[in-house]
């Protein structure tokens, strides 16, 4: 059974940069596409980035496009989002999930990931 571990998630201030790692184990990621989702208080959980099994596409929320950078390391099955120019708006808990199937293309919703990490806690300040 695979885990998803995300790390990286602290408190920063407005138009600060952060990166958020998401590692597996239990099951190699190369296959799938990942994803990045997040979750502010009292809101359901939205879409962040996707990227297909070898990274050649990636796609976006509008509300992150040009600010995040999702990408991912096959060596160290790991899956990164690197986050730039932070706005209290992306104030949230940030998970990770694998899709449910070979990843050629990337994927929005939700039902699409089978698995997920617990989160980690991204707090931006203004």
């Known amino acids: 059974q695979v885990q998803l571990v995300e790390s990286g998630g602290r408190l920063v201030q407005a138009g600060d940069s952060l990166r958020l790692s998401c590692v597996a184990s239990g099951q190699i990621l190369a296959s799938f596409t990942m994803g990045w989702f997040r979750q502010a208080r009292g809101k359901e959980r939205e879409f962040v980035a996707s990227?297909?099994?070898?990274?050649?596409?990636?796609s976006y929320a509008d509300s992150v496009k040009g600010r995040f950078t999702i990408s991912r390391d096959h060596a160290k099955n790991t899956v990164y989002l690197q986050m730039n120019s932070l706005k209290p708006e992306d104030t949230a808990d940030y998970y990770c999930?694998?899709?449910?199937?070979?990843?050629?293309?990337?994927?929005?919703?939700?039902?699409?990931?089978?698995?997920w990490g617990q989160g980690t806690q991204v707090t931006v300040s203004s």
């Open positions: 990227i297909n099994w070898n990274g050649a596409t990636t």
């Open positions: 999930a694998k899709s449910s199937q070979v990843g050629r293309s990337t994927y929005r919703a939700i039902e699409e990931y089978a698995h």
